[in-house]
């Protein structure tokens, strides 16, 4: 009788490091840390209208003064519409902008539609020509290096060809 007990609570054992590991890996897909890992430290919370005043609401929600040129939906390793909608506001006061992993060059091209006609975008990213080069530092988490390597796959962008382009 014990050693069936035994082998029970072992199988038992297994499958919660199985489920454990499964639970690890869809967090750190999510939030980008492991599961038990300390938390960084975190910026104060603020409201929008504390971090601009266009973004205080009037009688019918977002002001006249948030509207902006937008590509709606999601693109790969874009920021979600919201999001999207709120760099392209704060674009339009922006004269320097700069975008450290360009990937599909959405939020490039945004800025640059939203922003003054003298405003600069400047987009830093790896090409796919470099991804061999690429070396991840020890204390990278895996998962940020699949994504740079991800979106890294780009030769042409949002803008490319458009008239908020210049070479």
């Not at 009037?58 to 919201?82: C, M, N, Q, W």
């Not at 999001?83 to 959405?106: P, S």
């Not at 490319?160 to 382009?165: H, K, N, R």
Request: aromatic share 10%.
């Amino acid at each position: 009788m014990v050693p069936t007990l035994f082998i029970a609570n072992l199988v038992l054992l297994l499958l919660l490091g199985i489920a454990v590991t499964k639970l690890d890996r869809l967090y750190r897909k999510h939030r980008h840390r492991r599961l038990f890992q300390r938390a960084p430290a975190r910026l104060p919370l603020a409201s929008l209208e504390e971090v601009d005043a266009r973004f205080a609401q009037g009688p019918f929600g977002a002001r006249r003064e948030t509207e902006v040129h937008l590509i709606g939906g999601f693109t790969k390793a874009s920021p979600d519409t919201y999001e999207t909608w709120i760099l392209a506001v704060l674009a339009q006061g922006a004269q320097h902008l700069f975008e450290f992993g360009t990937c599909t060059g959405r939020t490039a091209y945004l800025w640059a539609r939203n922003s003054p006609s003298n405003a600069r975008v400047t987009t830093l990213t790896l090409s796919p020509d470099e991804l061999q080069a690429y070396q991840a530092s020890a204390e990278d988490e895996p998962g940020d290096t699949e994504m740079a390597v991800r979106e890294s796959c780009f030769r042409v962008y949002y803008y490319s060809g458009t008239d908020v382009f210049a070479a």
